[in-house]
């Protein structure tokens, strides 16, 4: 059979062209007869002509992918070979009946050979399956589209030596012994899903139990499934679960829904996770953790993930989207409700500064290049393509910033309105704003256009102070640069948080008429002014608190103004605001200085402002480290934005690390020992906080002097007792060219052999390194036995960690690195397209490379795109970024 996904010029997908299904599915009956070459699936579908679109008799055309169709009946009756057509990619039936009618399909797939990861396969020996965006079309023959909801019962029969545990959707319902030493389950859901949210898991797993019991008193059963001998790495998942069944009862009044949740942990996984209903897939990575095997940033990307996944049970699943364009109102939502979660449970500013940093660091180069699109896309070839950082982080900005615009009681009872509006049915963005509208009485017609335009807004702000007449006029101004397709922009809704900071904190300020003046400015035309009354001083101006918008932002403020705001803000995120755009011009101009020849020099001002941080009490140590970490070189790289010199952006930042570091020498030494956490671990905020403090300066002596660094980061790895410790000690020496780095790595590698959660760790590590011998050892590294083009987990901790967290490496000037992504891409795109299309993003920024490298990178990038049958994710990625 022709494979259709890989063809020529694949077809684009339009939101414009989205048109109700012809017909509808009421509910399924699939059968699944495991085998690992030829698993045989019999469905049973009810369906009807949909009474919303105008009957006409039409034929009815069902998606299918990678499936040998074995039978198709009609009401009972074998269908003539003249009634269908089977393509590569479809099963059309020439003339479907305009009354309910029964469909049953028997077709086989083969779970072994499914190296893409989508649709049902085998990781490790265990069966599961992977459904969203498209993957459900790769079981059996479906109306594979996010609006076409039904109720589910699915029967699985396996054999019970091989697969002891068969799991599905929603309440177990009966299960037994079968022929041939097989047995079966079978499951019913009673929610009418789409098929994406679809799932099955068989093999030999184990079991971790617990109990819920949600606020209304219903019992749910809690199952965490492992690979046998992993049970003692669950409890933190299971205790983020129950924390996160609790909170979205108490935030937003949601509980959960059926008898059991079930989440099952695989080694081979295209993502982090998934919201399958009732039955949670998610990345091993995400689900596993003893304090000797994971540290304290993976204790709490679990504790996030499992709540995301869990929150999707309400926004995704209950209420799912009418179409794939609609990502984002179940994506951005749903990271909103997480970031919430996290916030609540843990310090609120540090975690916005970690979700601006990822915004940063992912999003707005994303929305700078190439790849940008609208928070709501309007055309895709490959959907999976759009679960972007734009969708996704984006995407929960533009929620947070409406609950800014309409406050935080309307807000809440928006999404009341929403739940109880939309339940059981696939939205819109324009009904979710309707909610927000209706519940808040405020029109938010023009906030619709933040969904629909790409690209990151500058705002220019300007202020000047009367002294005499104690007005401050404040002026800003805003404009979105072109991105592909939408070469004018309009102004948008921006909602900035503001205070004026005087010399005993923030001023009172008033309007005109001595009413007290709001605290967010609204933004609504290209330029605005206000006038501020009563300011009794000069003020320093502290805009865009708490990141109230997701914008760039040119604010007329000095650099004393700069290090006032990083020691006296009374917004805790904005001090470090300040400390990040301090610390962003002065590298920027000493990447220039080194670019330009000129003597590199020293900043007292700005390392007496860390000093005082550092020194500061009150502020949480888990802060201070935040305080201290200066912005990365990507960061550094797309605030240059053109003509970008890797190389001199990492000596000019190396420079100023090695020169806090030499300045605050003794401060970071006693920090580095006064923190230290005795006892045994606990993943607890504050101790992470601690460790966290201790890592950075660390870090910082390490940059001052490489051979006291590397002795005190050996002495830690010698004696840690938790993998955060551990690690943190590794990942100093990972980037310093001394002879401890090998060793450690060596005596890491002894531990880590067994344990493929290690492995990565140690994979990515050796990727990170700023040398140029980099290049060598990953590639030697390609051909380690434990790395293999079918683990995703492997190519990312490798290859993903080098090409986007190595820019040095990455981007050495003989081209070598570009040379190694592209092999690398033309390898993996036929065994998991969707991994080498994500991976494929990392060439995105080329364009901004200085000459020589732009020509390097070019030539690979149409290296790849010339490659023989390329999949449609990875023709859609690098035809995108060279266009
Ligand atoms: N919804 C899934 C992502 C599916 C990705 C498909 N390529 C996980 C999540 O966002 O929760
Ligand atoms: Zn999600």
Not at 436 to 443: K, L, Q, T, Y
Not at 541 to 564: C, V
């Amino acid at each position: 059979m022709e494979d259709a996904t890989r063809t020529e010029t694949p077809p684009t997908t339009r939101l414009v062209d989205y048109r109700p299904s012809a017909y509808l599915i009421d509910t399924v009956f699939l059968d699944l007869r495991l085998a690992p070459r030829e698993t045989i699936v019999r469905s049973r579908l009810e369906m009807r002509p949909n009474p919303a679109v105008p009957a006409s008799g039409a034929s009815l055309t069902l998606d299918g992918e990678a499936l040998t169709l074995r039978s198709l009946h009609l009401d009972g009756a074998a269908l003539d070979a003249h009634a269908y057509t089977v393509t590569g990619e479809h099963l059309t039936l020439h003339q479907a009946p305009v009354r309910p009618f029964v469909l049953e399909i028997e077709t086989s797939c083969d779970p072994e050979a499914n190296t893409e990861l989508s649709g049902l396969y085998r990781s490790n020996g265990i069966y599961c399956t992977q459904c969203e965006a498209e993957g459900f079309r790769r079981i059996t023959y479906y109306l594979d589209r996010p609006d076409v909801l039904a109720v589910f019962t699915t029967r699985i029969e396996g054999a019970r030596d091989e697969t002891p545990i068969l799991l599905g959707n929603g309440n177990p319902k009966e299960s037994g012994r079968a022929a041939n030493g097989h047995h079966f389950a079978i499951w019913h859901d009673p929610f009418p899903k789409p098929c994406y949210l679809f799932a099955m898991v068989a093999g030999d797993l184990a079991c971790v139990d617990d109990r819920f019991t949600t606020a209304s008193g219903r019992d749910v059963a809690l199952r965490i499934y492992v690979e046998p001998g992993k049970e003692d790495r669950c409890g933190w998942a299971m205790d983020s679960l129950k924390r996160s069944m609790r909170w979205d009862e108490e935030a937003f009044g949601r509980e959960y829904d059926l008898d059991i949740f079930m989440i099952v942990a695989v080694s081979d996984f295209n993502m982090g996770a998934m919201e399958n209903k009732g039955l949670n897939v998610f990345n091993d990575k995400y689900v596993l953790a003893r304090p000797d095997t994971a540290t304290d940033a993976d204790y709490a990307n679990i504790e996030s993930i499992i709540a995301h996944e869990y929150f999707h049970n309400w926004t995704g699943n209950r209420i799912t989207c009418r179409d794939w364009f609609q990502l984002c109102l179940k994506e951005g939502l749903t990271v909103f409700r997480d970031q919430e979660f996290t916030t609540d449970i843990r310090s609120g500013t540090v975690k916005r500064i970690a979700d601006v940093r990822l915004l940063r660091t992912q999003q707005f180069p994303e929305d700078a290049g190439p790849l940008a699109h609208p928070v709501r896309p309007e055309k895709y070839i490959e959907i999976n393509n759009f679960y972007t950082a734009t969708v996704y982080e984006k995407g929960a900005e533009l929620v947070r910033m409406m609950r800014s615009l309409i406050g935080r009681r309307a807000f809440r009872a928006a999404m009341d309105l929403y739940f109880e509006r939309h339940d059981g049915e696939a939205a819109t963005i324009e009904q979710f704003l309707r909610c927000m509208e209706d519940a808040s009485g405020r029109e938010l017609g023009s906030f619709l256009r933040w969904y629909n335009q790409a690209g990151t807004p500058l705002v220019t702000v300007t202020t000047a102070y009367d002294a005499p007449s104690q007005t401050l006029e404040l002026r800003a101004e805003q404009t979105t640069p072109p991105t592909p397709g939408q070469p004018s922009k309009a102004p948008l809704i921006i909602p900035i948080a503001f205070a004026l900071v005087g010399s005993k904190g923030d001023l009172p300020v008033t309007n005109a008429d001595g009413t007290p003046a709001p605290e967010i400015l609204e933004l609504t035309q290209a330029s605005q002014v206000w006038r501020l009354h009563e300011v009794t001083e000069r003020p320093v101006l502290s805009i865009n608190r708490g990141f109230s918008a997701p914008i760039r932002l040119n604010a007329s403020l000095s650099d004393a103004d700069r290090l006032f705001l990083m020691g006296h803000d009374s917004d805790a995120f904005n001090r470090w605001e300040a400390g990040q755009i301090y610390a962003k011009a002065l590298l920027v101009k000493l990447t220039r200085a080194l670019v330009e020849g000129r003597r590199l020099w020293e900043d007292p001002a700005y390392s007496e402002a860390l000093r005082s941080s550092l020194l500061d009490d009150r502020l949480s140590p888990a802060l201070r480290a935040e305080l201290l970490t200066l912005p990365t070189e990507g960061d550094l790289a797309s605030e240059i934005g053109t003509s970008i010199e890797p190389d001199a952006i990492h000596l000019a930042r190396r420079h100023l690390s090695a020169y806090i570091g030499r300045s605050l020498r003794d401060e970071l030494r006693q920090a580095y020992h006064r923190h230290a956490v005795p006892g045994p671990y606990s993943p607890d905020p504050a101790s992470a906080g601690n460790r966290a403090l201790r890592a950075c300066a660390l870090t910082l002596l390490a940059a001052a002097d490489a051979a006291s660094g590397a002795q005190l980061a050996w002495a830690q790895f010698a004696a840690a007792e938790n993998m955060t410790e551990t690690f943190s000690a590794l990942a100093t020496l990972a980037r310093l060219d001394r002879p401890e780095r090998d060793a450690a790595l060596e005596q890491f590698y002894e531990r880590a052999k067994s344990d493929p959660l290690l492995v990565d760790k140690w994979l990515a590590l050796q990727a990170v390194g700023p040398f140029p011998s980099t290049l060598d050892r990953v590639r030697t590294l390609m051909g380690h036995p434990e790395f293999s083009l079918k683990k995703p987990n492997k190519v990312r901790a490798l290859i993903g960690s080098f090409a986007a967290l190595n820019p040095v490496a990455f981007n050495d000037r003989s081209g070598r690195g570009y040379v190694l992504l592209a092999d690398l891409l033309l390898a993996l795109d036929p065994v998991n397209p969707q991994v080498a299309a994500r991976l494929a993003g990392n060439f995105k920024s080329w364009r901004m490379l200085e000459p020589n490298r732009q020509a390097l990178a070019r030539r690979q990038i149409e290296r790849v795109r010339a490659g023989d049958s390329l999949s449609r994710d990875l023709v859609e990625i690098v035809g995108t970024i060279l266009a």
